[in-house]
């Protein structure tokens, strides 16, 4: 039945936050937010050092022309200590119009050149980078490159917070005596004040976009579990037969199609409860009244004749019995149904098993005059439980027996076969009669619980219609198959395939027997 796309009373009080689309989305959101902001911290850890790394490129590039202007100076003033005679304007103007300020420092870190205006610095020592002034000094002596070291001051160092540069090295054949240092204001974060409102512009835009998508996505994934809900609530309701679209390969796919499956068969076995109980109670209805009136009559004193009497007491305790009959044929297909029969498996010869039914059945046959004839090879096995293979047998000889008529024909017949349905080596029992047969549109529904297979037998006797509803589900619990083939006015044959124990001798000679009645019963 179709589904309406709404939830129960109680599913409406549930808060959106707590339902399950909910929970997808904000899982979904905070999955998003911590990946975007993982991305927007590495990339401000990147741009961090990435500008470090440029500005300290920048600043070993500029020291190579600046370090050449300085040995010139150096060269071209005899008397260096002279500010007035160090200071060149070009320099000046350099270090302005780069936003630098450079030093020129002795090896012992006495400032010789400062290029801020008022040459604050002029002649003031800084004893903690004389080391390092010295050591890059001396390094370049004799060599061509410019060598030099980056420092970072700390807080209680000269410059802190911003970035150093100490070079040194020869222009042609001077030999640098002094070292030049290059100081950088500390630009914080150049890259990011330039690049990080747009990145989180992108941030918030991509957050957006990515919860749409996961409202959409999530409902579409909740709204198989929504339809679930309402089934759900819809059997618990008393609607069993519910059909839930939107099955497929995937895992909410595939539980659509369990409980799919689920909702058939309880719907199947809640609709068989009902017919067993109304089928049930039309059986026992007529022996029930028939009970009923010959007591009541017997209890009256309205059958006063002896011989009536005991008729009625035979009536009685035939009905009785059959009414007995009937519970233990329930009982046993309940069990059988359920799953509640183990079986015993062992090697069950089917010469001898054959030969116990022949044992059971010859009366009966003997008394309708019908032939009956077994055939079987010695050497083959049933791997099965020989009680209910005896009971399997019986209820399809007794029906045989049953629907055939006067001086008819049943026969059992066993072969071993390759390969069965159910895979493996296997016996083939076929129980073939001559009798009334089965209609055509009966055949469908023969296995079914009270299904006759035809108005009347043989003889006028009728049975419950239990018996092949157990022969199946018997043949089902030793993992083997049944089929019938049948034309009316000409005969039924039942087909068992079951599985083999093993062959036990080469020999294929088939032993037979047969017992008809005397032609004058």
Request: with cysteine; net charge negative; glycine share 8%.
């Amino acid at each position: 039945m179709p589904l309406p796309d709404t939830c129960s009373h109680e599913t409406e009080k549930l808060r959106w936050r707590d339902s399950l689309q909910g929970r997808l989305i904000a899982s979904h959101v905070l999955v998003i937010v911590f990946a975007l902001g993982l991305v927007v911290l590495t990339s401000s850890i990147f741009l961090f050092r990435y500008e470090r790394t440029v500005e300290e490129e920048r600043l070993a590039q500029l020291a190579v022309p600046l370090m050449a202007e300085v040995n010139i100076v150096r060269v071209g003033n005899q008397v260096p200590e002279v500010r007035t005679k160090l200071k060149i304007d070009v320099l000046d103007a350099q270090a302005d119009a780069m936003e630098l300020r450079i030093l020129i420092v002795d090896t012992d870190g006495t400032v010789r050149y400062d290029t801020s205006e008022d040459d604050s610095l002029h002649k003031q020592s800084f004893p903690e980078y004389a080391d390092i002034a010295a050591d890059v000094v001396e390094r370049s002596q004799g060599n061509r490159d410019l060598q030099y070291v980056f420092l970072r001051p700390s807080r209680e160092e000269a410059f802190a917070g911003q970035q150093l540069l100490i070079a040194a090295g020869t222009t042609g054949i001077w030999d640098a005596k002094r070292a030049l240092v290059i100081v950088s204001d500390s630009r914080r974060f150049p890259l990011l004040g330039l690049f990080l409102p747009r990145l989180v512009a992108v941030t918030g835009i991509s957050l957006i976009i990515a919860s749409l998508l996961g409202f959409l996505f999530s409902r579409r994934i909740a709204r198989p579990v929504h339809r679930l809900t309402v089934a759900a609530n819809a059997m618990s309701g008393g609607a069993l037969a519910q059909e839930v679209p939107g099955s497929g390969p995937d895992e909410i796919g595939r539980l659509v199609s369990s409980f799919n499956s689920m909702s058939q068969q309880v719907s199947s076995t809640y609709q068989s409860q009902r017919d067993l109980l109304a089928d049930v109670a039309h059986e026992l209805r007529t022996p029930l009244t028939s009970v009923q009136g010959y007591a009541k009559a017997l209890r009256d004193g309205v059958i006063e004749d002896e011989h009536q009497k005991q008729q009625a007491l035979t009536i009685i305790g035939r009905e009785s019995e059959r009414m007995a009959n009937l519970i233990v044929q329930l009982l046993d297909l309940a069990r059988l149904e359920s799953g509640q029969t183990n079986l015993t498996l062992n090697a069950v010869r089917v010469t001898g098993l054959i030969q116990r039914i022949e044992d059971r059945f010859r009366p009966e046959a003997s008394a309708k005059q019908i032939a009956f004839t077994l055939s079987s090879p010695e050497d083959i096995a049933i791997r099965g439980d020989e009680g209910r293979l005896l009971q399997i047998l019986s209820n399809l000889i007794s029906n045989s027996i049953r629907h055939t008529p006067m001086g008819g024909l049943v026969s059992i017949t066993a072969c071993a076969v390759g390969v069965i349905p159910s895979g493996g080596p296997g016996v083939r029992l076929i129980v073939h009669d001559n009798g009334e047969g089965i209609p055509i549109d009966r055949l469908p529904q023969i296995f079914d619980r009270f299904e006759r297979g035809g108005t009347a037998s043989a003889d006028g006797s009728q049975g419950f219609g239990l018996g092949l509803a157990i022969v199946r589900q018997l043949v089902d619990l030793h993992q083997g198959t049944i089929s019938v083939n049948s034309e009316p006015g000409r005969g039924t044959t039942f087909t068992i395939d079951l599985p083999s124990f093993g062959v036990q001798s080469p020999t294929d000679r088939p032993v037979s027997r047969s017992s008809a009645a005397p032609a004058s019963m």
